[in-house]
């Protein structure tokens, strides 16, 4: 391992704390021209701001702290530990810590991928309660590396050029995930712009809506099973293989509750969630579902479950529109609206072609996501021999 000095960070860099005028929201600090920085603005895994949502007066700067464009900052509140670089001279809230003057003996690319690296440290050292918070001290008696500047810019070439793999991957998984849609689009057309190619039915004259249910969950003869009981949770994976519950064939018999086939075409229809998404996934194993569920089985007309939800999905705006809130708070989608959203019937012989290509492409975007998984590995490692003086 390289032998290289270590500094506190207080002792070769100037730290201040954000401060946030009060009463929050008053116009006469808020509402002005100046960019007020809130933790909230950096979306997740961001290197750099540049933009925020809320701006400051100059009244309201006088009571906060002014950073330059290009400041390094460090979040001391909420995702405690987390570097940024600010594009514009901004006013900063009280959730961060502002560093510089370290620039004789740091590069600042260099610090930040150390800050990065540090992450958990940080995490660690902030005193546990409602919400972690780093203080200044704790920050100022942080021990970092450091080597010499040519050395620094060695190990931020590597980094950054790793960096820029882990982006050019999330690029081409971001093209790979837009692919369906516009596959759909140009198969079948825009069921919402009328651009349809075959004539459409409503949904309920297709398929019948399988309900959910909850066993007793007092009752553990009902629990624990084989059986996989998808709930709105359980709809963040690409398709559903498996489920955080399970029930067993005792739920199936002494219940009301259904078991559903597999390939079936399952969607949300009660939660929060329905806020902003309405979650529609094909189970490929049989499933039993809650009462926040529907599982929609075709009836007569054959329809293949990868075009029904893709068709659904070319919806979802739509979906979206027709959500309620019911008389306790949650969102809600009504059977009697989800029943009546057309669906276009295109020959059957489109939908397995449309289906052979939906399949082809998962196992693209599993090679993928096999590939970003090994990439993510390497970069840590590269970045942890890094910080430990072994590259």
């Known amino acids: 391992m390289t032998s290289w000095t270590t500094r ?3 002792e070769i860099a100037r730290i201040r704390r954000g401060a946030s005028p009060r009463p929050k929201g008053d116009p006469r600090y808020f509402g002005g021209d100046i960019p007020w920085l809130k933790i909230g603005d950096v979306p997740p895994g961001s290197r750099f701001v540049s933009q925020t949502e809320e ?14 464009p290009g400041t390094l900052l460090l979040s001391n509140s909420a995702s405690v530990g987390r570097p940024v670089i600010t594009e514009v001279g901004a006013c900063i809230h009280d959730g961060w810590l502002a560093i510089d003057g370290y620039e004789s003996e740091l590069r600042q690319d260099f610090l930040y991928w150390c800050l990065i690296w540090s992450h958990s ?11 972690k918070n780093l203080n200044i001290g704790l920050v100022t008696g942080f021990e970092v590396a450091v080597p010499s500047l040519e050395d620094q810019k060695r190990i931020v070439e590597l980094l950054d050029a790793a960096d820029e793999l882990r982006k050019l991957r999330a690029n081409a998984d971001r093209r790979t995930e837009a692919f369906l849609p516009a596959l759909f689009d140009q198969m079948f057309g825009d069921p919402l712009k009328e651009t349809s190619h075959s004539p459409s039915v409503p949904l309920g004259e297709i398929v019948d809506f399988g309900s959910g249910a909850t066993p007793p969950k007092e009752n553990p003869e ?5 059986t996989p009981w998808v709930s709105p949770k359980d709809m963040k994976t690409k398709e559903i293989t498996d489920a955080e519950d399970h029930v067993s064939t005792a739920a199936f018999e002494k219940t009301n509750l259904q078991l559903i086939p597999k390939d079936t075409v399952l969607i949300v229809v009660r939660g929060m969630i329905l806020a902003h998404t309405v979650p529609i996934r094909i189970c490929r194993v049989p499933v039993a579902i809650n009462q926040d569920m529907k599982a929609l089985l075709p009836t007569k007309q054959a329809i293949e479950p990868e075009y029904l939800r893709w068709s659904l999905q070319a919806q979802h705006a739509h979906l979206l529109n027709q959500v309620s809130t019911a008389g306790h708070g949650t969102k809600k989608l009504d059977s009697d609206k989800l029943r009546s959203v057309t669906i276009p019937l295109p020959p059957l012989h489109l939908q397995k072609r449309f289906a052979t290509l939906v399949n082809e492409i998962g196992g693209l975007e599993a090679e993928q996501a096999s590939s970003g998984h090994r990439l993510e590995n390497f970069f840590h490692s590269l970045l942890d021999r890094a910080f430990r003086g072994e590259l």
């Open 55 to 68: 701006g400051v007066t100059r009244a309201g700067r006088d009571l906060s702290v002014y950073v330059e």
């Open 121 to 131: 440290q940080f995490q660690q050292l902030a005193p546990t309660g409602t919400q």
């Open 222 to 226: 009902f629990w624990n099973g084989m």
């Open 8 to 10: 506190k960070l207080g």
